[in-house]
């Protein structure tokens, strides 16, 4: 397993951008799996984005084309540009690792979690 620490949360108008970051410990981060989800009060855990070790990306419907998955290997890290926010974006965010060559959008197939990062969206 990896350790994740996520950073970059805060509290935004609605329009407005945040970035989160997210670094990993270990030697094998870049062939990790590396995906974003969020938990709004009340829901369940959602879908954001995940990113597989050769680069490929996918996303939920409900944040494609304002958000941006993006990776370091040589750093060890994972990050999530969130353009034009809305309040429905409100959560918190979680960076999890997935040690596998699949990619997946499911949160149990995830092996490491992060602690969250709280997003608030004003309107």
């Known amino acids: 397993q990896v350790q994740l620490v996520e950073s970059g949360g805060g509290l935004v108008q609605a329009g407005g951008s945040l970035r989160l970051s997210c670094a990993a410990s270990?030697?094998?981060?870049?062939?990790?799996?590396m995906g974003w989800f969020r938990q709004a009060p009340g829901k369940e855990r959602e879908f954001v984005a995940v990113i597989s070790w050769n680069g490929a990306i996918y996303y939920a419907d409900s944040v494609k084309g304002r958000f941006t998955i993006s990776r370091d290997n040589a750093k060890n890290t994972v990050s999530l540009q969130m353009n034009s926010l809305k309040p429905e974006d409100t959560a918190v965010y979680y960076c999890?690792?997935?040690?596998?060559?699949?990619?997946?959008?499911?949160?149990?197939?995830?092996?490491?979690w992060g602690q969250g990062t709280q997003v608030t969206v004003s309107s």
């Open positions: 270990g030697r094998t981060f870049m062939s990790y799996v």
């Open positions: 999890a690792a997935r040690n596998s060559a699949w990619s997946s959008m499911v949160w149990a197939d995830f092996d490491s």
